[in-house]
């Protein structure tokens, strides 16, 4: 009886060993990341941090009245169709699946759940206010703040 339950142990002990051993080798494995695709991810991820800034500018330009309304809409439209091919372009770089950084998130519109562009003022969907801007950096502040949290800025209420 105790020579079975030792052999039993000692087969037990075989096969979590064996196990261990073989299911780190036959496991599929990540490939690493090239520096060509790192190299390429970071200029992707600059250029749409550059569009979503030229998307910001011609927001201001178009309240300062340095724009009219149809060149603003085709400028906006340019842009934005550029940040979609650049953000498909980045799906589709292998190991890339990082949270966006340095507010470049896209967040919701509360009223029709459309995309908002970090910084703008109205949803360009429906048209509800979304947030208000600071006037230093550019970035969205609560409409009680009294400083921006990303610049510093006092802000007039």
Do not use: W
């Not at 142990?9 to 979590?16: Q, S, T, W």
């Not at 569009?51 to 603003?72: H, S, T, V």
């Not at 550019?138 to 006092?154: H, K």
């Amino acid at each position: 009886m105790d020579t079975l339950l030792a052999t039993a142990a000692l087969f037990l002990i075989f096969l979590f060993a064996t196990y261990y051993v073989l299911v780190p080798l036959l496991s599929v494995k990540e490939k690493p990341v090239s520096e060509d695709e790192a190299d390429r991810t970071i200029a992707l991820e600059l250029r749409k941090v550059n569009l979503f800034k030229q998307i910001r500018e011609a927001e201001f330009e178009r309240e300062m009245g340095l724009i009219n309304e149809e060149d603003f809409d085709r400028t906006k439209t340019d842009l934005l169709a550029e940040v979609a091919e650049v953000m498909h372009e980045l799906d589709s770089v292998p190991g890339n699946h990082n949270p966006p950084e340095n507010g470049t998130a896209i967040s919701d519109c509360p009223s029709c759940g459309a995309p908002i562009v970090p910084g703008t003022r109205y949803c360009s969907n429906c048209g509800t206010a979304v947030g208000d801007v600071c006037p230093g950096c550019g970035a969205t502040v609560s409409s009680g703040d009294r400083f921006c949290a990303s610049c510093g800025r006092g802000l007039l209420n």
